[in-house]
């Protein structure tokens, strides 16, 4: 890597442990290996290490590190499993997950044309080869791979989408952030008396998850 973006992504990592967002080795690893600005558009690239979302394309972000650090830790991600994400965007955030599943899989939801193909070619630079991005409406989930032992939702929902929860795996966790101006991360598992809450920090924004579970 460059030794700008060396040096800044080292900052990030600092600031992110310092502030608490970002706890565990194996998701610092994660961002080691990723690098963001290989998903940022060129005009962003000197903003690549800020903890900041950055714009991308039609109106969407990449979303911001502390906030892919925060969920992707709550998810806790397992070496072999099967993922399912709705809103791709960049994809640095299906990488990351690629990154920790390993052998495992990663299935990726995009409702835009033009993201999937910025994501599939953002994936390609740096030859991700467990993830499969799919062109189609993640509010209605991807039932064709399903169950999944993780599912990472990162566009607002003004509920959980009910085919999500039917995809979701015996034990697995879901995470989404849920509300309408402003969002409450929710972590949830699927457990034998029901969908019961783990996990929940308000104060988030993301943009809206859209379709025909998403928002009216
Ligand atoms: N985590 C991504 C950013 C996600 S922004 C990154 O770091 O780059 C949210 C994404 O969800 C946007 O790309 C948006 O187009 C997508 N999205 C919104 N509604 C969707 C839906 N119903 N199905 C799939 N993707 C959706």
Redesign the pocket.
């Known amino acids: 890597m460059e030794k700008k973006y060396q040096t800044a992504l080292n900052d990030l990592i600092n600031y992110l442990k310092n502030s608490r967002f970002l706890n565990d080795k194996k998701v610092e690893d994660a961002f080691r290996n990723i690098p963001r600005h290989e998903?940022v558009p060129s005009s962003e690239l000197d903003y690549a290490y800020y903890n900041e979302?950055l714009p991308?394309k039609?109106n969407?972000?990449?979303?911001q590190p502390a906030v892919?650090s925060r969920m992707t830790e709550w998810l806790d991600i397992k070496q072999g499993q099967k993922i399912l994400?709705?809103?791709?965007?960049?994809?640095?955030?299906?990488a990351i997950l690629s990154y920790l599943v390993g052998q495992g899989t990663v299935y990726s939801?995009?409702?835009?044309s033009e993201?999937v193909k910025f994501?599939r070619e953002n994936l390609e630079k740096l030859g991700v080869d467990n993830v499969d991005v799919i062109l189609?409406?993640?509010?209605?989930g991807y039932s064709k791979a399903s169950p999944y032992d993780r599912i990472m939702i990162?566009?607002a929902c003004t509920e959980i989408?009910l085919p999500l929860l039917d995809q979701l795996a015996d034990g697995g966790l879901l995470i989404a952030p849920v509300g309408d101006s402003s969002q409450s991360l929710v972590l949830l598992q699927k457990t034998k008396k029901g969908i019961v809450e783990i996990k929940n920090e308000s104060h988030y924004v993301?943009?809206?998850?859209?379709?025909?579970?998403?928002?009216k």
Request: aromatic letters at 10%; zero cysteines.
């Open positions: 998903f979302p991308i039609k969407q972000t990449i979303s892919v994400e709705i809103g791709t965007g960049s994809g640095w955030q299906t939801v995009e409702i835009k993201l994501a189609s409406d993640g509010s209605i990162t566009a989408p993301f943009v809206p998850l859209l379709g025909k579970f998403g928002k």
